[in-house]
């Protein structure tokens, strides 16, 4: 989809602070040095000629110096200079007023689009998990999203060549932390989420690995959803992050059957039974209700959230959802077969499918 700059409106951008990062008084970006003996990253390095070359767009501004780097195009690492902070305040400075543009074409467009754009008249947000970098391994959804996004937020573990599938037409916005440089916040990567999704457009975050898994997905799929916009995550269809700081810092997989087979899978039960991490059944449809029971004994709270998919992903796909102590009889009434996942823990609260309010799931997810 082209976006071209070709209207001008008055804007209250109050999402991405404008008082606080406004365009006066900027100091030049400092020249960047780069180490041209450092093999060259698959990754988005920070300050990297490749990054800015990706996201020039967002400088195009007359009015403000654009970044320059004095490093060769092979070169792959820049080394920070030591105020990266006011680094990260210029950047965002700059960038201000193409995001601010941009973000007016989309509302104009959805405005002028008629009956072509969904009755709340919000755009789709996807979290894409891209796995360790190598694009011959993303699902065939995960490119078809990549590929007709407007805008895409992606992380510094996005490797260039999955970077390399964006649409010719689609603005790209680096949003990646490394310990000691936070490009963007967490807070500023929610409202750019939730300003671009408000103004129609389809956005994609893009995360290495898996964006439920130590991502932060969790935060901002929840964050979206508070304000009343749905969230897609692919590859995971439930929305259930296994990992979520503050609630789950762990995730443990087990199997349901024992090594002797029979009804008791649980000789990991005693360290298993832990509310602060999550738990993913593999084979424990038959061994639930032993299972269940010996968590609860050790001490994992009966009204945990848990739920079992059977045929997860699948046009046959079923979902039960229920707090631990009930969801075996919930499976039974459902008459779920195999093959059926079981997931346990805090977690669960935070799937859009959990049949509780939000209100409810956030009180759940407290205690």
Known sequence: MALPYTHHYD????????????????QPFCCLRCNSSVSSSPFTEKHSLQRYQRDQWVYNNNNQQRPSLSCDDEAASCSVPADSDSIRLNDIALQLPELRKLLQVL???????????????????????????????????????????????????VSNAVLDLVGPDARLLYVGKTAGYHSRTQ??????????????????????????VFGRGGEEMDFLQQQGIQVKVIPAELGIPLTHRGIANSVRF?????????????????????????????????????????????????????????RGTTPQQRMVFAKLKDL????????????????????????????????????????
């Open 187 to 212: 807070e500023e990567i929610h409202e750019l989420l939730l300003s671009f999704a408000e103004a129609g457009a389809t956005v994609v975050r893009l995360k290495g690995g898996d964006p439920l």
């Open 107 to 157: 509302k104009h467009k959805r405005e002028s689009c008629g009956g072509q754009v969904p009755k709340n008249g919000l755009g789709d947000v996807f979290l894409v998990g891209t796995g360790p970098g190598d694009p011959d391994l993303l699902t065939l959804k995960a490119v078809k999203v990549i590929q007709k996004a407007d805008l895409l937020l992606y992380d510094r573990l």
């Open 11 to 26: 804007l209250s951008f109050f999402a991405l602070n404008l008082k606080k990062f406004g365009s006066s008084h900027l």
């Open 254 to 310: 087990l199997t349901g059957h024992s090594r002797k087979g029979g009804t008791d899978p649980l000789f990991v039960a005693e360290n298993a039974a832990d509310p602060d991490s999550t738990l993913v059944v593999y084979m424990g449809l038959s061994t639930l209700p032993s299972l269940a029971q010996k968590l609860i004994h050790h001490g994992l709270p009966p009204d945990t959230p848990a739920t079992a998919v059977e």
């Open 328 to 367: 075996a009889d919930k499976i039974k009434t459902a008459e779920l077969v195999s093959p059926t996942l079981i997931i346990i823990g805090k977690v669960v609260a935070l799937s859009p499918f959990w049949p509780q309010s939000l209100t409810e799931a956030s009180r759940l997810v407290e205690v």
